[in-house]
């Protein structure tokens, strides 16, 4: 991994002023797929508060990664807070994202839990045992994006968006949700063989681990996803000391989410 770190690499956005809310997209997502998807509202953010959201490495218009490393969670994480620290985004933060987001929220919590004062953790991946039944899926993929490039695994993916997202979802986002494949389009076959191999490395971090981020916590899962499995939501709901989850069901429920993350955050910043 490089231990250099320049901000040129980065695609960043910036709203807002005041207590920091840094949000880091999915797995082979990012920024444009995020906004593309129409789940997000961004737009309504509360603008007493900033919000910094940037491409990971590798992804959307940020710059690939050198290695399989680079990709691993506990080193997105540096990146996270690096991004911060370059912005002079007041301390403490609060952290936030989806997916592989999420993860990379929890190890930046865990590595400085000094700079870090709330965490919003959107459908949160796949973890421990239930991962690891996972490992031979991610080596299968890298050695696929390999062959078929982000265009190719875009197509594939397109095909099984029912594996990716819930039917309730699909439906309410006919024409949008293939949006959220802008991102895998655009990767190299490179950054993708590194990214799902990393992928088989992950790991959320150990119930012991998540019993000393004691900073109040959100929580959204959503029913219907294997991928991000409510049973995965749960389980950080009860490690985590001060956390709170809410389970989606319809696409009613997921509509208040942007709510549920402003108010959080303005919660945090009285």
């Not at 996270?80 to 987001?101: D, E, F, N, W």
């Not at 050695?143 to 439906?171: E, R, S, V």
């Not at 942007?258 to 945090?268: H, K, M, Q, R, V």
Request: with cysteine; net charge neutral.
């Amino acid at each position: 991994m490089t231990e250099q770190f320049n901000i040129n690499q980065f695609n960043c956005s910036i709203s807002g002023k005041g207590s920091t809310l840094l949000w880091a997209h999915g797995l082979c997502g990012c920024m444009q797929s995020e906004d593309a998807i129409g789940v997000y509202a961004w737009h309504r953010f509360p603008k007493k508060l900033q919000l910094i959201r940037f491409d990971a490495i590798g992804h959307g218009l940020s710059a690939p990664g050198e290695s399989v490393e680079d990709y691993l969670w506990p080193n997105l994480a540096k990146d996270m807070l690096r991004v911060a620290a370059h912005y002079r985004a007041p301390m403490p933060l609060i952290l936030g994202g989806q997916s592989m987001g999420s993860a990379t929220s929890l190890y930046a919590a865990l590595a400085h839990p000094d700079k870090v004062k709330g965490l919003v953790l959107m459908t949160p991946p796949i973890g421990w045992q239930a991962r690891a039944a996972q490992i031979d899926y991610y080596h299968k993929i890298a050695k696929a994006a390999q062959i078929l490039g982000g265009k190719g695994l875009a197509n594939m993916n397109a095909k099984h968006l029912d594996k990716m997202l819930p039917a309730w979802l699909i439906d309410a986002h006919k024409h949008s949700v293939l949006g959220m494949l802008d991102g895998l389009k655009s990767m190299k076959r490179k950054t993708l063989h590194q990214l799902f191999t990393a992928a088989a490395q992950n790991d959320l971090p150990s119930k012991q681990q998540l019993a000393t981020i004691d900073v109040p916590t959100l929580i959204l899962a959503w029913d219907g996803d294997d991928a991000h499995p409510v049973e995965s939501a749960m389980t950080l709901q009860q490690s985590l000391p001060n956390a709170q989850l809410h389970v989606a069901k319809s696409m009613a429920d997921v509509n208040e989410w942007p709510t549920l993350i402003s108010d959080f955050c303005l919660a945090l910043n009285q």
